[in-house]
């Protein structure tokens, strides 16, 4: 489910894991667009009006159970990500060059957060329950 990513920002190499308090990701909302950070989902007990998570199924946005929120899809320039298998170890993986991570901006109000796309998994399959969603880069932008 992509719990924790790395990313350069601002010149600095940076690391974000979801069970932080205050956890960032770098988004990228169109070309040529500045990276900017933006809070990455909210945790229980978090102050805000947004779903608690930090993910967001593909097939849920698709049957609009995220349409109240204004779901926007944005890009995650991350250079590797870290996923926890079904027996709860830590994996990371890079992410394939010439590919970004798929977001979710969402909002209500005043409130904007970034949630991560994911895809289910097939549990005979692999030993991930989910996966983050990559999208291709082209000529700079994510498709």
């Known amino acids: 489910m992509c719990w924790a990513t790395r990313y350069r920002h601002a010149g600095r190499d940076r690391q974000s894991r ?16 500045q990276v900017v950070l933006l809070p990455w989902g909210r945790r229980p007990g978090e102050p805000g009006q947004l779903p608690a998570g930090g993910w967001a199924r593909l097939t849920h946005i698709q049957a609009g159970v995220w349409d109240k929120f204004e779901p926007r899809p944005v890009k995650l320039p991350v250079s590797a ?18 590919h970004l991570l798929q977001g ?14 994911t895809l289910d998994c097939a549990p005979e399959v ?12 082209v000529n700079g932008r994510g498709r």
């Open 18 to 33: 979801f069970e932080h308090r205050g956890a960032k990701l770098p988004v990228s909302a169109a070309r040529g667009a």
């Open 126 to 137: 692999t030993e991930f329950e989910r996966w983050p969603r990559a999208v291709v880069q």
């Open 104 to 117: 979710c901006l969402v909002r209500w109000g005043e409130e904007r957060r970034i949630y991560v796309v």
């Open 81 to 98: 990500f870290a996923e926890r298998d079904v027996a709860g170890r830590e994996h990371w993986f890079e992410v394939t060059r010439g």
